[in-house]
């Protein structure tokens, strides 16, 4: 009967078939050891056992490593085409190229979450091999273990520099080739983040499989792009500061009024020369109740000075002055050093406890809307020991070593789970995007509500010390893979019976299909209103109202306060703006996530029958297209009447431009005011008898006339160019429909599969092969025979030079096509042609010296049958 029975089921149930024989032999020694514990273990058996877990850790390691720089080979082959020999290729073969390598960089996404699963099980066998041996034969071996993990480093494979490499790639297919504009450091240094956040926990089981999906989103971020991601730049390292009677952990955990956290925070090893001094407060009272996160950066060899007092606030503040920093930037930086040193004062502060993690920021650079982060290897570290020496700031015997095996027990804790955060700018107006809502409603993440880092630490060392612990504790022993029910039926990364790479159960082109079918689909709001016309909504930004009003409401407000108004009124409309052209671009963004940026259009002196004055279009922030809601204020001189407050929110029907969703209205809608004649003007309206159009004057109306005329002449001249270039291709002369087929074959001819480049590698390895062969022929003959034997081997030897330095040619040659003239025939019409002949000449050759020449001597070769004693 065997033990453990749970995980044999999860083990054998999640090999993955193609590498069944690189996994551990489990149910074997499991088996073994069973077999000979109920017969009596011996020493041999003991033997035994050790030996054949360190050659399963040795198979598995050496299988880790090749697949790894196999799939470093795919990588800088993917990014060779992609950044060397794009520029080369023609512009009809370029849109194929990102797909093709978006396709291939997707089977590595899988093949990393497999070869991440494969390590992690791998490990989980060995241990419950030892546990079991333990079990059954009472002797413990847990050394052993610490052993292999040590060399091997089963349970600690991470593969951040390789997933760094492919979200470039990756976004670089996604982008067309266009290279991110953002600043990825924007908000490194700022005061102040206005963020709403949500934690979860993830099992180390789904870690490379939940990164691998937020890259298909989201693009991992990277401050510093000027060098080469190293795995020590996703290091964090936070040292918490708290007195004996744990009065910051009680205010955070208890939520009171103004509590803190304060931590010091430095990113990569050890030698970095930036801190951050942070402080979180709850319900900040300088805020009017905001919660809030500030810091500032200060110099390593100055945090010491700063934390006794003798470096002081205003002393930074001059320093930063000095610098040149600006004086807002200057007063900010103060508020908080002065803040966090009056805190160190008051409450007599020490350090109490490191937090070690390292991060993976997903997040689209420059755009602060939504991040996601990934903290792995998550570890506690006391701070209160003696290590830490001379009063200094923190331990400097504990670097960014992780597991940290040099710690004795009571000094570190080793969280279990990765924590997933999202921080989403709520008060911008954003929602999470529809496909975040279906990834954290699976069973991938587990929602842990208000989890923080500084409480759990505190609640493992002092537990007996503190009065109140966190909720989270008990959630601890659940397996939370399955702890939760999913709300959908979001199946991840998984594989089809074809072992093709399946997101969430379909195909990648499958896939983004969906996405775009979503981000072209768009809620409309149903009017509130029994008017048929458009009606108007009211909205409060910052204390100030905006209303909404129809033409057709503002002209009966103006005849209900009479004709002969002197006092012109000015009416802003405010139309919300489409997302930006970055988000048009992403296919992966999600329907409803949108600015809230508003593009404004004047209307000034609108008099009974017309608007009379002429019409301004403020494009400052207009971004190109209608949105889904509006507003209009009605700025009213003294002593004026405001016009009445309407009912109602903004209907969209006739708002054509969605999200970038390309439809003809949409290339027409290029400002507010021309969007908003496509619709019917009498919809529109509501029957009004005056148009937008009275309301330009005479610059306008030209202006329109002008774009007009530009749009018509750069569609014919595009026309002209598509006929010019239809005649290079051989297409003038045929119908519309003949033409079209020939496109759509020439399209697919031209498309460029990864597999092609890998076929003409595959030739040129088998010509080398073939050579290779001839070559040891050749050197047998010329080292062993006669003279005729010398010479058949030197022609030989000239034949197979021959064909290895023909078969580098056809290779580059052949290479060449595929990336200029990929819709030509590719097969090598000489080259066998040519090697039969060599081939069959060098045999005749052979066998006409032979026959001519025949031996001399009753021996092999002309060699003595006989040794001499």
């Known amino acids: 009967m065997t033990t453990n029975t749970s995980f044999d089921q999860e083990f054998n149930g999640n090999i993955y078939e193609p590498w069944r024989f690189e996994y551990v032999a489990y149910d074997s020694i499991n088996s073994h050891i069973q077999r000979r514990a109920a017969s009596g273990w011996s020493n041999q058996d003991e033997a035994e056992f050790e030996s054949t877990l360190r050659l399963e850790a040795d198979k598995i390691d050496l299988f880790i490593t090749r697949k790894q720089r196999e799939i470093d080979s795919r990588i800088a082959y993917c990014e060779r085409i992609l950044v060397q020999q794009r520029p080369l290729l023609a512009q009809s073969t370029t849109n194929g190229l990102f797909d093709s390598m978006d396709d291939a960089l997707t089977e590595i996404l899988l093949e990393l979450n497999d070869l991440g699963k494969f390590a992690r099980y791998n490990f989980l066998a060995f241990k419950h091999l030892i546990d079991t041996h333990t079990k059954l034969t009472h002797i413990d071996r847990q050394q052993l273990l610490v052993e292999i993990s040590r060399k091997k480093a089963l349970d600690r494979q991470r593969f951040d520099v390789v997933l760094v490499k492919v979200s470039t790639l990756h976004d670089m297919c996604r982008q067309n080739g266009q290279e991110r504009t953002g600043n990825a450091a924007a908000g490194g240094d700022q005061n102040a983040f206005e963020r709403a956040t949500a934690k979860y926990w993830v099992h180390p089981d789904n870690v490379t499989e939940l990164k691998a999906i937020l890259l298909f989103h989201l693009p991992v971020l990277v401050f510093d792009s000027t060098k080469p991601f190293e795995a020590s730049d996703s290091a964090i390292s936070s040292v918490y500061y708290d007195n004996p009677e744990f009065d910051l952990y009680s205010g955070r955990l208890q939520r009171d009024e103004s509590a803190e956290a304060i931590r010091f925070r430095w990113y990569g090893p050890m030698s970095s020369k930036s801190i951050f001094i942070e402080r979180k407060t709850h319900h900040a009272p300088w805020l009017d109740g905001a919660s809030v996160k500030d810091r500032f950066r200060l110099s390593e060899n100055k945090v010491n000075d700063y934390v006794s007092g003798r470096y002081t606030a205003e002393q930074y503040a001059a320093e930063q002055r000095a610098k040149g920093a600006s004086e807002d930037s200057v007063q900010q ?173 379909h195909y990648r082109m499958g896939y983004l299909e969906k996405q775009l079918e979503k981000r072209a689909t768009l809620k409309r709001k149903e009017s ?342």
Request: charged share 25%; glycine share 8%; hydrophobic share 35%.
């Open 333 to 505: 930086n103060y508020f908080i050093a002065s803040g966090v040193q009056k805190s160190f004062a008051e409450k007599k502060l020490d350090p109490v406890m490191r937090v070690f993690y390292n991060r993976t920021a997903f997040q689209i650079p420059g755009d602060q809307r939504l991040r996601i982060s990934l903290d792995t290897d998550l570890t506690f570290i006391r701070e209160d020991d003696i290590k830490r020496r001379n009063g200094n700031w923190r331990r400097m015997d504990v670097g960014i070593d992780h597991p940290f095996d040099y710690l004795p027990g009571d000094q570190v804790y080793r969280f279990p789970y990765a924590v997933l955060e999202t921080k989403l700018q709520t008060h911008l107006g954003q929602e999470p995007p529809e496909w975040l809502t279906r990834l954290l409603d699976s069973k991938l993440v587990y929602e842990v509500p208000r989890f923080s880092k500084f409480l759990e630490g505190c609640a493992h060392f002092w537990n007996s010390r503190l009065p109140l612990l966190p909720w989270w504790l008990d959630q601890l022993t659940l397996d939370i893979r399955n702890a939760k029910q999913p709300k959908g039926d979001f199946t991840g990364l998984s594989r089809s019976k074809s072992l093709k790479p399946l997101i969430d159960g």
């Open 528 to 869: 509130k209103t029994e008017n048929p016309t458009r009606s108007a909504s009211i909205r409060s930004v910052k204390g100030r109202e905006k209303l909404i009003a129809t033409p057709a409401q503002i002209e009966h407000q103006q005849r209900a306060q009479g004709n002969a108004q002197s006092t012109p009124q000015s009416y802003v409309i405010d139309v919300g703006a489409t997302e930006s052209q970055d988000r048009s671009m992403n296919p992966f963004a999600d329907p409803f996530w949108n600015s809230d940026t508003s593009a404004q259009l004047g209307f000034d002196g609108l008099s009974r029958k017309s608007l009379g004055s002429p019409v301004v279009p403020n494009t400052t922030n207009n971004v190109g297209g209608l949105g889904v809601g509006g507003v209009v204020r009605n700025r009213t001189g003294p002593g004026e009447q405001r016009v009445s407050t309407f009912d109602g929110s903004f209907d969209t029907a006739s708002v054509d431009p969605y999200y970038g969703k390309n439809t003809p209205r949409s290339s027409y809608a290029a400002t507010p005011a021309e969007s908003m004649m496509n619709d019917s003007r009498a919809r529109l309206t509501g029957g009004m008898d005056y148009t937008i159009e009275e309301a330009m004057d005479e610059e306008e109306r030209k202006a329109r006339k002008a774009a007009k005329k530009a749009a018509k002449k750069e569609k014919k001249e595009r026309k002209a160019a598509e006929e010019e270039e239809d005649e290079l291709n051989g297409f003038g002369g045929m119908e519309k429909d003949e033409k079209k087929k020939a496109k759509r074959d020439l399209e697919l001819a031209t498309r460029l599969e990864p597999k092609v480049f890998f076929a003409n590698e595959r030739t040129f390895i088998s010509w080398l092969q073939f050579a290779a062969i001839l070559l040891t022929a050749a050197l047998t003959l010329i080292n062993f025979g006669d003279n005729i034997s010398v010479t058949s081997g030197a022609v030989f030897f000239g034949i197979s030079f021959v064909i290895a330095f023909y078969a580098f040619g056809r290779y580059r040659y052949r290479a060449f096509q595929i990336t200029t003239r990929p819709h030509l025939r590719y097969d090598d019409l000489y080259g066998p042609i040519g090697l039969t002949i060599l081939l069959t000449g060098a045999l005749l050759l052979n066998f006409i010296l032979r026959y001519t020449h025949p031996e001399t001597t009753g021996t092999y070769l002309g060699l003595p049958n006989t040794t001499a004693v």
